[in-house]
């Protein structure tokens, strides 16, 4: 069986209260999602913990046999390109037999356009 381990990561800040906004992504995905993906965990790409390869040890150790890096981030820069890959692939190097994929970045989209408009009031 395939369980898939999801992992939501932002930037990271130095700044306490700007990490706590993946952790409370994080939980909600998980509960609006719970049906599909019942392993997901927060990280930051620097700057705080939990770090990618914290999380990514969490997904194995709950299970997961498929990691999938979920950004949280608008547009495919270098993070996306190089650094989040690179990141995972480190993390992953500890856990023969766990595949790993990094999705997009959550780009355009008419789920963005809504989201902008209802930020207009």
């Given amino acids: 069986m395939n ?5 939501l990561v932002d930037h990271g800040s130095r700044l306490a209260e700007s990490n706590l906004l ?3 992504v994080a939980k909600a995905f998980q509960q609006r999602f719970a049906t599909d993906f019942d392993i997901v965990e927060p990280a930051h790409m620097e700057l705080a ?3 990618i ?4 040890d969490r997904c194995v ?6 990691v999938v890096v979920l950004p949280y981030f608008l547009g495919p ?5 190089t650094d989040i890959p690179a990141l995972t692939a480190a993390a992953a190097s500890g856990h023969s037999g ?9 780009g355009l ?7 902008l408009r209802k930020r207009l009031g």
């Fill in 3 to 7: 369980r898939q381990g999801i992992i």
């Fill in 22 to 24: 993946i952790e409370a």
């Fill in 49 to 51: 913990e939990p770090s």
């Fill in 53 to 56: 390869a914290t999380a990514f």
């Fill in 61 to 66: 150790s709950r299970g997961a046999t498929e």
């Fill in 77 to 81: 820069g270098k993070h996306w390109t």
């Fill in 98 to 106: 766990v595949s790993y994929r990094v999705a997009p970045t959550l």
């Fill in 109 to 115: 989209d008419d789920l963005m356009l809504d989201l």
